[in-house]
């Protein structure tokens, strides 16, 4: 269709989060004219050199290795290599409470018919560089002070997108319910001037 809609989002496999809000987004796909990409970014970037809590910083310390692998796909393979990669990774991380490392990779990468020898950018810095290229693509228009999920959504008419945070929610919303919501988005989207609506967070993730 002519008239659809492309929407960029941007991911760290790591973040529940994240991954509560990719799914809602495939849901939309199926309720509105909406195609998501997926595009990576990294908590271990966007925080370094921050003073963060000792148990946060060895979580990110390890968050290198998923988003190599992630970035790998990206730049190699087309859009939809990378939103299967980020399910397979997913399905793994956030569902099976599989530990990250080289056989999580591995089998993600085997089970998308990717070359499961990607699983070696896992360890390799060279990454880095297209790693920081993709994160700054994502943050660049929404700020450096949020974390991910990051939309790139449809903006006013005859203006670009628009970049936010969010939406932060759980459990997934389904059928037209998700569509409801993004709606919603695209209202505040299109509303010049609009910056947050946000509350506290009372609930962990929670992945039905």
């Known amino acids: 269709m002519s008239d659809r809609q492309t929407v960029d989002m941007y991911f760290d496999p790591l973040c529940p ?3 509560i809000t990719s799914r809602w987004l495939l849901e ?7 195609d998501v990409r997926f595009r990576v970014m990294s908590l271990a970037v966007l925080n370094e050199g921050r003073d963060l809590p000792e148990n946060y910083r060895k979580l990110l310390d390890g968050a290198w ?3 190599r692998v992630a970035v790998a796909v990206q730049q190699d393979h087309d859009d939809a290599a990378v939103r299967a990669l980020y399910t397979a990774l997913g399905n793994r991380i956030h569902l099976e409470k599989q530990p990250t490392g080289p056989e999580l990779y591995t089998a993600a990468l085997t089970e998308v018919g990717l070359d499961p020898a990607l699983a070696a950018a896992a360890d390799d810095p060279a990454w880095d560089g297209p790693l920081r290229a993709s994160h700054a693509a994502g943050m660049a228009p929404v700020g450096m002070d949020v974390g991910t999920p990051v939309i790139h959504a449809p903006g006013p008419e ?3 997108p628009v970049a936010f945070f969010g939406p932060v929610i759980t459990p997934v919303p389904r059928g037209e319910a998700a569509g409801r919501l993004w ?3 695209l209202l505040v989207a299109g509303t010049p001037g609009f910056y947050e609506l946000k509350r506290s967070r009372e609930v962990d993730p929670t992945f039905d």
Do not use: L, M, S
């Open 17 to 19: 989060w994240a991954w």
């Open 28 to 34: 939309v796909e199926q309720v509105r004219p909406v």
């Open 65 to 67: 290795g998923a988003v």
């Open 158 to 160: 005859g203006a670009g």
């Open 183 to 185: 709606d919603g988005v």
